[in-house]
């Protein structure tokens, strides 16, 4: 089992940046792909972003590259989502998640969320 607890979550106007953060405990974090996924209101849950057990590998969704970037710290067992030109559209609940690296990104550990709203 692994624990995931996300931070880092606001109020944000459009145009503006936030960083989200993923925090681990329990298994081994280098061991996991980590990945975010977002649900605006009645949506359902989209892949956003995911990296590698190294960092060397990323994957994003069309809708956010060049915009956001994935990152992760093993040594602080922690993952980041680097927000930038954010759009009313990037409004939802995030949600990290951990699991095996493949394509499309599932995920089988997750965290509880943070909320992101940007305000046009």
């Known amino acids: 089992q692994v624990q995931l607890v996300e931070s880092g979550g606001g109020l944000v106007q459009a145009g503006g940046s936030l960083r989200l953060s993923c925090a681990a405990s329990?298994?081994?974090?280098?061991?996991?792909?980590m990945g975010w996924f977002r649900q605006a209101p009645g949506k359902e849950r989209d892949f956003v972003a995911a990296i590698n057990w190294s960092g060397g590998r990323t994957d994003y969704v069309d809708s956010v590259k060049g915009r956001f970037t994935i990152s992760r710290d093993n040594a602080k067992s922690t993952m980041y989502l680097q927000m930038s030109s954010l759009k009313p559209e990037d409004t939802a609940v995030y949600y990290c998640a951990a699991g095996l690296w493949e394509r499309p990104f599932q995920g089988n550990y997750w965290g509880q969320g943070t909320q992101v709203t940007v305000s046009s």
């Open positions: 329990g298994r081994t974090f280098s061991r996991f792909a």
